[in-house]
């Protein structure tokens, strides 16, 4: 029988873990482009991008605020403005050239800026506002994800 070191004897059971995040890190998602509007101004639009990484997660989606005329951004880019999954009625709409509204039934939101800017665009001075618009006033989680009815 192989003995183990002290040391990794009472170790050992963080390098199971540790190799499931890594091999679950590396594993591909898909991104596409769902969705692109132009700004009422035609300077910029809004993205929205669906991501899948796989059957045991839920589809993501994502929006951006791009250049008009930019490729699709990349997942973590720096204009992105809202992240969630478990999303039900998503749908972009420009109030006026620097107000975008983020309509959605449900929706269980992990990133939100209300506002984008960025240096290469007037110096920061040219600003959007992003609002988040639920279809009620009620609730915005889905009731599976309120744990609701749950056995």
């Not at 929706?107 to 800026?113: D, E, L, N």
């Not at 984008?116 to 920061?124: A, E, M, T």
């Amino acid at each position: 029988m192989r003995v183990l070191p002290h040391n990794l004897k009472h170790n050992r059971l963080y390098f199971f873990p540790i190799f499931l995040v890594l091999a679950w890190g590396c594993s591909p998602c898909e991104f596409n482009e769902e969705v692109r509007i132009k700004s009422p101004d035609g300077l910029f639009d809004a993205v929205q991008v669906r991501g899948n990484c796989g059957a045991t997660t839920s589809f993501s989606e994502t929006v951006f605020i791009v250049q008009s005329g930019a490729g699709t951004p990349a997942p973590k880019d720096q204009c992105r403005v809202f992240s969630a999954d478990h999303v039900g009625g998503l749908e972009l709409q420009w109030r006026e050239p620097k107000v975008l509204e983020i309509h959605y039934k449900e929706a269980r939101i992990f990133h939100f800026r209300n506002f984008w800017q960025s240096k290469d665009v007037q110096n920061f001075t040219y600003v959007i506002e992003i609002r988040l618009k639920p279809e009620t006033e009620d609730y915005s989680l889905s009731r599976r994800d309120r744990w609701i009815d749950m056995k």
